[in-house]
């Protein structure tokens, strides 16, 4: 007698497709369970993120970046880089799985330690920013304890081949194949135009240190976690992996590189205004109006004005505030 398999589901604002989904694995005859605080991802078989690829790093942080094969699935029309499966096709991918007819991609994890008391994750990028927007950091870049530079910019940016394509492409850092070897540190809006991305070996130590700025500094994993920083920060890649299930090639990377590259030409286009909200709400999640004038430090006019460019565009969508449901946050409704 063959042992269910089972699964665990993982979802946020969705309570109607949640059900559906339930109902789908269940007819599969496969044990469901919703994630939960506590709860152990290595006990199951599957994880199922249902969402944006905003959701998916979400999870991964809840869930300490489980080794458990991941399936995730999109809620967009057009997916995402991390979710390319549409819930319609939900029940035809679940008949695949169960045939073994898939291949798992694995991931790399970064590890970041601060000060030599406290460690985060990140599947996309550590950036190490000052908290105030529009302040100078100066810090100092090792790599294997060899001094590289010292700069003075906005931050810095330590990303995966996987997160090449989100914070990092848009500081100015090179697209890489999620199967290359490597990570790549890319500064952010450094006063010296010498400055450039540097691609180095995926097992290198990157220290960044003599850290000053007017303002607090903070490492952030994934725009998800964030910690003060004082001194330094050591930064490596895990032995562990992120399992992504795929039934595509390299996680379909190549038509969904070129998506990203005409999405990016259709965001020069667009003012300023447009281009930092849509930034802004890639890189922390949905907001709403209040939430991204306060980071972005534009007037509340201004950003009504990038939202009705951007929803014109069919680039931002707006659903109510799980929070208020007076109120609408903003989402990413389209990353490629």
Not at 284 to 307: C, F, H, N
Request: proline share 5%.
């Amino acid at each position: 007698m063959n042992t269910k398999r089972r699964v665990l589901l993982c979802t946020e604002y969705y309570s109607k497709l949640e059900k559906e989904i339930k109902k789908t694995i269940l007819e599969h005859n496969m044990k469901v369970d919703f994630i939960r605080d506590g709860i152990d991802p290595l006990k199951y078989d599957f994880i199922f993120i249902v969402g944006t690829d905003r959701t998916v790093l979400k999870m991964l942080h809840r869930l300490n970046f489980p080794e458990t094969p991941i399936l995730t699935v999109s809620v967009l029309e057009n997916g995402g880089f991390l979710t390319s499966i549409p819930a319609r096709e939900l029940n035809t991918v679940i008949d695949r799985l169960l045939k073994n007819e898939y291949r798992i991609e694995p991931l790399q994890v970064l590890s970041a330690n601060i000060d030599g008391r406290i460690d985060i994750k990140a599947l996309n990028e550590i950036a190490v920013f000052p908290s105030r927007s529009a302040t100078l950091m100066e810090y100092e870049l090792l790599v294997n304890d060899e001094f590289i530079w010292r700069d003075h910019g906005d931050g810095i940016i330590v990303a995966t081949p996987i997160g090449s394509t989100a914070y990092s492409l848009s500081a100015g850092g090179p697209l890489m194949l999620p199967t290359v070897d490597a990570l790549i540190t890319t500064p952010v809006n450094s006063l010296d135009p010498s400055r450039r991305s540097l691609i180095i070996p995926s097992n290198a130590i990157v220290t960044i240190r003599a850290i000053h700025s007017s303002s607090k500094v903070e490492v952030i994993a994934d725009g998800i976690d964030r910690v003060p920083v004082g001194e330094e920060i050591k930064i490596c890649t895990l032995r562990r992996r992120v399992n992504m299930i795929t039934f595509d090639k390299v996680l379909g990377i190549s038509s969904r590189l070129y998506k990203k590259i005409k999405l990016a030409e259709e965001l020069l286009k667009m003012p300023p205004s447009a281009k930092l909200v849509y930034k802004i709400l890639e890189y922390e999640g949905p907001l709403t109006q209040k939430e991204i004038a306060d980071k972005s430090m534009l007037p509340l006019r201004t950003v009504r004005y990038a939202i009705s460019i951007l929803s014109k565009n069919g680039l931002v969508a707006k659903m109510p505030d799980a929070r208020d449901s007076r109120r609408h946050v903003y989402f990413i409704s389209r990353t490629d």
